[in-house]
């Protein structure tokens, strides 16, 4: 079974930057296209940045394109979320996932969750 681990979450201003990194183990990292999700308080679970199996293809949510970039590094098993000019409407509990495909790069069938880690963004 493979479990998904986040980590480089915390507390910045609006303007800032993070790198959250998610560590795979388990199952062989490069048969799985990776994702990223995020859940605001009192708002729904909602798409971030999708990956396929290689990197050669991404996709973002119109929310946050252009100020983050999702990357994967398959020999070492982790999936990178790169944000830029974070805003306070960022600030949510970020989920790395994966999904039971290679090839998409809009994951949707998942199969795996991380337990999450939290972005807060201050004024």
């Known amino acids: 079974q493979e479990h998904l681990v986040e980590s480089g979450g915390g507390l910045v201003q609006a303007g800032g930057s993070l790198r959250l990194s998610c560590a795979a183990s388990?199952?062989?990292?490069?048969?799985?296209?990776m994702g990223w999700f995020r859940q605001a308080p009192r708002k729904e679970r909602e798409f971030v940045a999708g990956?396929?199996?290689?990197?050669?293809?991404?996709n973002y949510a119109n929310s946050v394109k252009g100020r983050f970039t999702i990357s994967r590094d398959n020999d070492k098993n982790t999936v990178y979320l790169h944000m830029n000019n974070l805003k306070p409407e960022d600030t949510a509990v970020y989920y790395c996932?994966?999904?039971?495909?290679?090839?998409?790069?809009?994951?949707?069938?998942?199969?795996?969750w991380g337990q999450g880690t939290q972005v807060t963004v201050s004024s």
């Open positions: 996932a994966a999904d039971r495909t290679p090839h998409t790069y809009y994951p949707t069938d998942i199969i795996f």
């Open positions: 388990g199952r062989t990292f490069s048969n799985n296209a």
């Open positions: 990956i396929n199996w290689s990197g050669s293809r991404t």
